[in-house]
């Protein structure tokens, strides 16, 4: 093992400014929630007991793909065998977990998170809830892995979420996305039964978004001369 503080030294940084993005955002509070990012056989994520909104990349450890620590002098995150598990199954590039207040809500009452608005369909569709176990359980690793499955996101029954992706900002954005739907989900039942997409609907929303690279921008094409 070796404390090089230059050991993934941009991959550490990028993961203390996730999380003081996220803890901005309202979604990691205190030291509850962790982060991570895969370069090739290495991972840097969070030390436990770090203070999120404040992190350090001195704070967040770097380990090998079966957990071993090879930089950073702090003890990782005590959700290590989730993350690995993650990476390992799914071959992703980033995880986040957070205990994001409207995300917790959903998973303290549903079974899964219906897709009730087209932009569910970026982490899936539905988001099932994994059942619940003790934190930092092999357990609760594979019951989440398994909720994960074709999603970029899962939550966690009376515990919080989870989200992956290539990169770790596109699981932040995930992150994001996700506490947005419950928060607008929770809103819609207040009124009423939230109207769910049906098969046909959803299909229609990923070519429309497909035809039209939907989520990216665009420039105007030029005038044509024999338009002006």
């Known amino acids: 093992m070796t404390d ?22 309202g979604l990691l509070i205190g030291t509850a929630g962790n982060v991570s990012v895969r370069a090739g056989d ?4 969070t030390a436990t007991g770090a203070v999120l909104a404040r992190i350090t990349a001195d704070e967040v450890t770097v380990v090998d793909l079966d957990g071993r620590v090879v930089a950073g002098t702090l003890r990782p995150t005590s959700e290590l065998e989730l993350h690995l598990g993650v990476y390992r199954r799914y071959g992703t590039g980033a995880v986040v977990h957070t205990h ?9 009452v549903l079974d899964e998170l219906p897709c009730f608005h087209y932009q569910l369909l970026a982490l899936g569709g539905t ?29 966690m ?47 229609a929303v990923i070519e429309a978004a497909l035809a039209r690279d939907y989520g990216t921008t665009h420039p105007v094409p030029p005038v044509q001369e024999g338009n002006r």
């Open 157 to 203: 029954a009376n515990h919080g979420a989870v989200t992956h992706a290539p990169t770790l900002d596109q699981a932040v954005e995930h992150a994001l996305l996700l506490e947005w739907a419950c928060g607008v989900y929770r809103h819609a039942t207040a009124m009423g039964r939230p109207r769910v997409l049906d098969e046909g609907q959803q299909r």
């Open 100 to 108: 994001a207040p409207m995300a917790t809500a959903v998973a303290c």
């Open 127 to 155: 988001v099932r809830v994994a059942p619940y176990a003790t934190f930092g359980t092999s357990e609760l690793a594979v019951s989440v892995l398994d909720a994960l499955d074709g999603r970029g996101a899962a939550l």
């Open 42 to 45: 290495r991972v840097a994520v």
């Open 4 to 25: 090089s503080s230059s050991a993934l030294g941009q991959e550490r940084a990028a993961v203390a400014d996730a999380c003081r993005r996220l803890a901005a955002e």
